[in-house]
């Protein structure tokens, strides 16, 4: 079988017409959801059913399949190429296939899209189901370690639960549930969509692309589970670190307590004796001043001693 290869991301409607001109070709075309030509030649141009051209088009999308005009509807997620490029935690991709023939759109760069193409390339492609069942693989080969970082990075936090390290600590234990967060927001749909999708009936799609998409669909299974994880030890870990907080701020209030009890009595005596009247006892004796000294010691000494005694200093 002849296959044809174009990567469109400016329209060249005669590079096109020449692809589907050929017969028995496999056609990917590519469009970048940027471009106005692309969309108009997605409108007007490309063949592609009306209430499918919207559902490719649309600004706001979640993973799904839809079988229907002798041709499927695919939406998927993926990493972005280029950090911080979208809003979302993940990237879009939208495919609009049916036999010979794939029209795919994407608003940002998808990571893996470029092994795809080399694939393309080589000819190991050659139909529908090979290109969404790799597509697939890609995606879920490249967000696959991705999550499993993050829970390293829970990992790492529990290992080393360090009171002194709290605000660090929190900070990097928001940021991963913030993604986790992010990630499962798509993940679990997208395994839904991928089991559909090895469900459906059509030409292109055979027993061995079906195993691969299954495949793939078990791992952002075990992915939503690992996110789900995720998001409930960073819970615990934020209250046990909220509980660490008030622990430290508790012993620091106890031990300013314990100061402050240990030198009441010894400020009321120290006052008391600071007055400036008459009849103050021993005002005149030279001895006077190392005699309150000593007092004030011993009164510190025998509260103190109470305190240890009590193990206030433990609690």
């Known amino acids: 079988m002849k296959r044809h290869w174009q990567l469109t991301r400016t329209i060249d409607g005669r590079v096109i017409e ?36 919207r559902a490719l088009s649309a600004t706001e ?15 998927l997620r993926g990493l972005g190429a280029i950090p911080d490029d979208d809003l979302d935690e993940l990237v879009s991709i939208r495919m609009w296939a049916t036999t010979g023939k794939v029209v795919s759109i ?11 193409e080399e694939q393309m390339l080589e000819g190991r492609l050659k139909d529908p189901g090979d290109l969404i069942t790799s597509l697939s693989m890609q995606i879920t080969d490249r967000l696959d370690p991705h999550i499993a970082e993050l829970g390293d990075a829970i990992d790492e936090c ?12 929190r900070r990097t234990i928001g940021h991963v549930r913030s993604q986790a967060i992010g990630y499962r927001r798509f993940v679990a749909p997208q395994r839904q969509a991928l089991e559909r999708l090895s469900l459906i009936s059509c030409q292109w799609m055979d027993d061995d692309d079906r195993f691969h998409i299954r495949e793939a669909a ?36 106890l031990l300013i307590s314990i100061v402050a009890l240990i030198f009441l009595p010894l400020t009321f005596v120290t006052g008391l004796l600071g007055m400036n009247v008459e009849g103050i006892p021993y005002a005149h004796e030279p001895w006077a001043f190392w005699g309150v000294v000593i007092f004030c010691v011993v009164i510190a000494a025998g509260i103190s001693v109470y305190f240890i005694r009590a193990r206030w200093s433990r609690h």
């Open 158 to 169: 529990e290992a080393d639960l360090n009171p002194a390290r709290a605000w660090a600590m």
């Open 18 to 53: 020449a692809a589907q001109a050929e017969n028995g070709c496999f056609t990917w075309i590519h469009l970048d959801g940027k471009s106005s030509g692309a969309l108009r030649w997605l409108r007007e141009e490309s063949g592609v059913p009306e209430h499918a051209v």
């Open 106 to 116: 994407s608003f940002r760069t998808l990571l893996g899209i470029d092994r795809v």
């Open 218 to 253: 078990d791992r952002f299974a075990r992915m939503a589970e690992e996110l789900e994880a995720i998001r409930e030890r960073s819970a615990l870990l934020h209250e046990q670190l909220t509980d660490l907080r008030s622990e430290m701020i508790e012993t620091r209030a």
């Open 61 to 75: 999308t979640r993973p799904r399949i839809e079988q229907f005009d002798n041709g499927a509807l695919i939406n």
